[in-house]
């Protein structure tokens, strides 16, 4: 070895880059999201009155403040997360508070929603803010796989010991306050999907008897198999006892998404989507509030034509006649004929009537950029808990927007879920914040840069 080989420094493996935190781009962002749902909330108030609603001010501090925590909190202690989730979801929040203020003016429809609205929006940020801070990585929540599983089940049960509301037994009301439990189950069956699938992945996808007959066909152990089955037992169960088609559809699909992706085995999704079709089937023929919801679907105009008015499908039909390409104007259309449910399962009717087509583009643009940033958590996350508890919270909000879309506009039948941050309701509200802050948490161990590794001449 010569004298110059000896003595020359030894230089340290090139490490990747560093992804860009931009916290700046995301505080930009949210401004512009503050300033567009401020603008809204004025154009609202100049439609219906002529002049600027005085409240305006009140409202645009009210949500900037909130966004402003929101963001702290982020650049605090997930400095690598996506940029875009946090702008989106303030975004959403925004235009849901000025979709229930704009229905508010209708006198039809009863006390205004959208203060105590915003007041809920308050509480999912505090716990958007909580979550952030105090969970120090998403792994954590693979140690209570089971916990949750066992509390989302608990949580669907107990409504059904409660009076129903509007034909459905998914509300708990005392003493003056009333939640969905079915909303929080949510993201408590994701942690145990997540938890659950991937430690059986390989078992569910390699393992199992062949079926006589049919070679290419394997079912896993019953030992595996057996939370598949309680699942789909229990989604039927709700169904039938809670009249609850939204939730049951909901995580039932989410479960079948999940062991797709942790399988890779498009046999499961086509026995998912057999089982769930033989129970909506059987409960569509038994059950009379199910068979109903199916009737209205297939016959939206059966009263209009019996000369008993136009329902409620029917109206939300007009309305999105009405809104045709650019809309009628925010606050100048009519959708609060549909009625009481207005400003929940159909306040998307509103956004067709008032904004148009373009209108109903963008906002499904923002839902499909919200979507597309959950899932590329997904990708870029090393650790298997991690990429399918990103698919499955991301999953909630996609299958949300479609179940409720396709139902107000006819393609399958209404179900009663609400819109991610756009309808009234608190435990929505505050569910979906909850499932944006563990997605943010998510996004900032996949984007952060591994720690550099130290040559080992150094350490010697």
């Known amino acids: 070895m010569s004298a110059t080989s000896a003595t020359a420094p030894t230089l340290a493996p090139p490490s990747a880059p560093a992804a860009p935190a931009r916290r700046g781009v995301e505080l930009s962002l949210i401004v512009a999201a503050v300033g567009i749902c401020v603008y809204g ?42 940029p875009l989730l946090l702008p989106i979801a303030v975004l959403l929040n925004g235009i849901g508070l000025v979709l229930i203020y704009r229905l508010d003016l209708e006198p039809s429809l009863g006390p205004r929603a959208a203060p105590a609205q915003m007041l809920w929006s308050a509480v999912g940020v505090a716990l958007f803010v909580a979550v952030v801070l105090v969970l120090p990585d998403h792994r954590v929540l693979a140690r209570y796989v089971y916990v949750s599983g066992t509390a989302a089940l608990a949580l669907m049960v107990v409504p059904i010991f409660f009076p129903a509301v509007n034909g459905a037994r998914i509300w708990i009301r005392a003493a003056g306050f009333s939640f969905q439990p079915g909303e929080f189950a949510k993201v408590l069956l994701a942690v145990f999907f997540a938890g659950y699938l991937s430690a059986n992945r390989a078992a569910l996808a390699y393992t199992g008897r062949r079926v006589p007959g049919l070679r290419r066909l394997q079912l896993p152990t019953g030992r595996v ?93 007009y309305a999105f006649a009405d809104g045709g390409l650019l809309g009628t104007g925010l606050g100048q259309g009519y959708s609060y004929l549909i009625g009481f449910a207005t400003k929940s399962d159909f306040v998307l009717a509103t956004v067709g009537e008032e904004c148009g087509l373009a209108g109903l583009c963008g906002l499904f643009g923002l839902y499909a950029l919200l979507a597309c940033c959950g899932f590329r958590a997904a990708l870029a996350t090393r650790d298997p808990f991690g990429r399918l508890l990103a698919v499955g919270l991301t999953s909630i909000l996609a299958l949300q927007v479609f179940v409720i879309a396709g139902g107000v506009m006819d393609l399958i039948p209404l179900t009663g879920l609400a819109m991610p941050f756009l309808a009234q309701g608190g435990s929505s509200v505050v569910t979906n914040w909850i499932i944006v802050a563990l997605l943010i948490r998510i996004s900032d161990r996949a984007r952060r840069p591994e720690p550099a590794v130290e040559p080992l001449e150094a350490i010697a």
Do not use: K, N
């Open 41 to 82: 909330y004025a154009e609202v108030g100049l439609a219906r009155s002529g002049a600027v609603p005085p409240d305006a001010g009140a409202y645009g501090a009210g949500l900037g403040l909130l966004a402003l925590l929101a963001h702290l909190a982020v650049r605090a202690r997930a400095r690598y997360a996506d």
């Open 225 to 317: 198999l057996g939370p598949v089955l309680v699942i789909w037992l229990t989604s039927a169960g709700m169904l039938v006892l809670e009249h609850d088609l939204g939730t049951s559809l909901l995580f039932f699909c989410l479960f079948v998404v999940m062991l797709y992706v942790a399988t890779g085995r498009r046999g499961w999704t086509a026995v998912g989507l057999l089982m769930a079709a033989a129970g909506a089937t059987a409960a569509s023929r038994t059950e009379p509030y199910v068979h109903g919801r199916v009737q209205d679907w297939l016959h939206p105009f059966a009263t209009a034509d019996a000369g008993l008015g136009p329902g409620q499908l029917a109206q939300s039909l």
